[in-house]
């Protein structure tokens, strides 16, 4: 086989590949790069919660109260501490119609003004960064598109690896040899720059597929590669199938508080839990959760847990911990913090921090926006390459080779992106009937696709 051959084979795969996910890989970029911004929008967000008179503050118990007041029926789900002096604590409560609220009560005890969770800026990022506004069936659909950037990738590397001695072209564009030239240039060389750091966004964002996820949680399972509750959401959702935002267990919570209350537990157990939390000094967002509220805790299944908890959700996951007391008495009971994961999920948290941007503070910031901003160039030079040279009457594929080479190299390293990524296993099913079965009757469509 001629290396004219397999490098017209391979551009046609990279051709396809990008035509399939460049539209997705850009609203990803896009919205990557805001949610990479999390703390900062919401620190914005929450603005008008912020900088507050301490003078006179009240007990959290009697905080809660007035959040209480404001929404009869409510039980808490999560108390979240200021993060600095002088900002407001957020009750995050669970409605008596099943919604939830985000109430900021002053130090003082005034309620200061609410949030519906799933109305807040980087929420509506988050969905579509994981599911294109159409639950589950986006998340299959970001999923397949991160699979064939896969592709993508690998076969753009195969295309830029150099065949003549000079770097113009290779490592920098050369930027006066004319448009096609310069186009082609930022393309390649952009795209080599920016393959490293694609592929770890790629597959450290497999882990909350939901597909890959829910396999990849079922393989541990089965060979006993599990130690504790996973703190990482599957396709939108926890682990269990249950949402985050959602699935309190509304009578648990009550029985908990009349717990404590019955047991004469003074100062009340919500105030000696802010006491202990802020003992801890622990990394902001510290949440502490009641008896029986089970979505802030992210256990396993969204279950509820009997204990009072104090919790780190830092997005820097090593810097998580999560303690247990008593409800009845106040003890500790349990304390688990990131040393004390098994090793896979120590390594999906500290991809999942990188991912979002959050392993290095602003440093990982900045190296994940020039990442988004680079895999928008390439988008946009494949773009104006494609169209600079699309045929009117044709799709611009690169044309079928006479023979279709078959090397073990290619046909080995498709055969492990389809074992280790299932949505492409099955996309790669659906276009071979495709290919066999049906294109073969259509011969407008075989010649618009470069394929007759």
């Not at 256990?299 to 247990?324: C, F, M, Y």
């Amino acid at each position: 086989m001629d290396k004219t051959t397999l490098y017209q084979t391979i551009w046609r795969w990279h051709f396809y590949a990008g035509l399939l996910v460049l539209p997705v890989v850009t609203l990803l970029a896009l919205t990557g790069a805001a949610y990479l911004f999390k703390p900062q929008i919401e620190r914005w967000e929450e603005r008008s919660f912020q900088g507050l008179a301490i003078a006179g503050a009240v007990s959290p118990s009697a905080q809660l109260a007035a959040g209480l007041a404001q929404f009869p029926g409510a039980r808490l789900a999560s108390y979240r501490m200021p993060e600095t002096a002088g900002d407001a604590p957020m009750l995050h409560l669970a409605l008596a119609d099943g919604t939830m609220r985000d109430v900021f009560v002053a130090p003082q005890g005034a309620v200061l003004g609410s949030f519906d969770p799933d109305s807040r800026i980087i929420e509506f990022v988050r969905r579509i960064h994981g599911q294109l506004l159409l639950g589950q069936r986006g998340s299959w659909l970001v999923e397949l598109a991160a699979s064939w950037a896969i592709v993508m990738i690998v076969t753009g590397l195969c295309l830029w690896w150099p065949r003549t001695g000079g770097l113009a072209g290779v490592v920098w564009p050369r930027l006066r040899s004319g448009k096609r030239h310069f186009w082609r240039d930022l393309h390649a060389v952009t795209g080599f720059w920016v393959s490293g750091l694609a592929l770890i966004l790629l597959l450290t964002g497999l882990p909350w597929a939901d597909v890959w996820g829910a396999a990849f949680k079922a393989a541990r399972a089965e060979m006993g590669l599990v130690k504790g509750a996973q703190d990482w959401t599957i396709g939108g959702k926890a682990p269990g199938g249950s949402d985050l935002h959602t699935g309190h267990d509304h009578a648990a919570i009550t029985r908990g508080a009349a717990q404590s209350h019955a047991h004469g537990a003074s100062p009340p157990m919500l105030d000696a839990m802010v006491q202990r939390a802020a003992a801890e000094q622990l990394a902001f967002p510290v949440l502490i959760v009641p008896p029986g509220a089970k979505a802030a805790m992210g256990g396993e299944g969204g279950k509820a847990s009997p204990h009072w908890a104090i919790k780190s959700d830092a997005q820097n996951r090593p810097l998580r911990v999560t303690i247990l007391y008593d409800a009845t008495t106040g003890r500790e009971v349990s304390r688990d913090g990131f040393a004390d994961k098994h090793v896979i999920d120590r390594a999906v948290g500290y991809g999942v921090a990188w991912h979002e941007g959050q392993l290095f503070g602003w440093v990982n910031q900045l190296v994940g926006l020039l990442t988004a901003l680079m895999l928008v160039t390439i988008t946009v030079s494949g773009f104006i390459m494609w169209r600079r040279r699309k045929p009117a009457d044709m799709l611009g594929a690169p044309p079928l080779p006479a023979n279709l080479p078959k090397p073990r190299s290619l046909l080995v390293a498709g055969a492990l992106l389809a074992v280790l990524l299932p949505l492409f296993a099955l996309s790669l099913a659906v276009l071979w009937l495709f290919d066999r079965l049906l294109l073969p009757r259509l011969p407008a469509a075989a010649r618009w696709l470069g394929a007759a």
